[in-house]
Nanobody
Framework: QVQLVESGGGLVQAGDSLRLSCAAS????????MGWFRQVPGKEREFVAR????????RYADSVKGRFTISRDNAKNTVYLQMNSLKPEDTAVYYC?????????????????WGQGTQVTVSS
């Protein structure tokens, strides 16, 4: 089992920045890919970004490319999502997820473990 705990959400204004953290514990050595997704009420969960633990290889949704950066600290078993130039349409609950094996990591069904989510609200 892998436990994931997100933090860092909050209420900000458009143009501001936030950094989300996802602390992993448990059988973290089994995690191969870490991803961030977001969801608004009434909509499907949306891929935001993912990173491969071992190589640092990243992938982003087009909607956040150039504004968001995913990174990891292997020693702390923590993944970060730096969000700059936030827009009201970035408002959502942000979830961290872990996948045991290699894969593209852009669909929520690819992931094995999920955190509880952290709310990000961007006002205009």
């Amino acid at each position: 089992q892998v436990q994931l705990v997100e933090s860092g959400g909050g209420l900000v204004q458009a143009g501001d920045s936030l950094r989300l953290s996802c602390a992993a514990s448990g059988r973290t050595f089994s995690s191969y890919v870490m991803g961030w997704f977001r969801q608004v009420p009434g909509k499907e969960r949306e891929f935001v970004a993912r990173i491969v633990w071992s190589t640092g290889s990243t992938r982003y949704a087009d909607s956040v490319k150039g504004r968001f950066t995913i990174s990891r600290d292997n020693a702390k078993n923590t993944v970060y999502l730096q969000m700059n130039s936030l827009k009201p349409e970035d408002t959502a609950v942000y979830y961290c997820a872990s996948r045991r094996g290699p894969g593209l990591g852009v669909r929520d069904y690819e992931y094995d473990y999920w955190g509880q989510g952290t709310q990000v609200t961007v006002s205009s």
